[in-house]
């Protein structure tokens, strides 16, 4: 589910995913979880946070130094507090009175505390992109044709590219961009898709 946290919004900055068994948050596990439950995993969808990525060293096998610096914007603090907020709404509403017993986390808590749980309990949605930006400015990597600028004969079509992030699932979008990838390789090298290829003559 998409949400805006403040109807004057032009886009949804809210998400919502239900999971059909609980997951406390990592801090929490302390807590057992029920034995049968559910989980409203919120998130945000319009992130204003950014990450950085930078080299440890000249190797290929050298790893990366991610810092993701997620919830460092307070507009995403007040997002994050808003998405809770929904889900406990639509959790503890009488929709679902028969559906459950109680709620288990976060429960009522002071501001500070909250915030702390929000931060302690914080994880991404797997859809880590815009690394690699395509772009004109001095960050961008790749060019319009997705090439690495500074390099010949290579192209990056993933989620990385993306100057922005998308407000929906990355899957789609990701699509477009290797099909994209295809028609400009196809072009480059003239390429028509009708010579047979090994598993043709099989």
């Not at 909250?114 to 949605?125: C, D, K, L, P, S």
């Not at 789609?172 to 994209?180: F, L």
Request: proline residues 8%; hydrophobic residues 40%.
């Amino acid at each position: 589910m998409y949400w805006k946290s403040d109807a004057r919004l032009d886009a949804p900055d809210l998400l919502q995913c239900q999971l059909e068994f609980p997951v406390p948050s990592p801090p929490e596990v302390g807590i057992p979880p029920p034995q049968h439950g559910w989980t409203m995993f919120a998130g945000l969808a319009r992130p204003v946070s950014r990450g950085r990525l930078r080299l440890s060293g000249a190797g290929p096998l050298d790893r990366m130094l991610i810092e993701p610096n997620a919830l460092s914007a307070p507009e995403d603090m007040r997002a994050a507090f808003a998405t809770i907020e929904l889900c406990r709404e639509l959790g503890n509403s009488p929709a679902f009175s028969e559906l459950v017993k109680g709620e288990v986390v976060p429960r009522q808590r002071e501001r500070r505390d909250m915030e702390q749980f929000i931060r302690n309990a914080a994880v991404t949605y797997w859809h880590q992109c815009c690394t690699a930006k395509m772009g004109r400015d001095a960050v961008s990597v790749v060019d319009h044709q997705l090439k690495v600028y500074g390099t010949e004969g290579l192209r990056v079509a993933d989620a990385s590219i993306m100057p922005q992030i998308t407000v929906g699932n990355t899957m789609a979008p990701c699509v477009v961009i290797g099909e994209r990838a295809a028609d400009l390789i196809i072009a480059t090298h003239a390429l028509n898709g009708s010579s047979p290829t090994a598993f043709d003559t099989l």
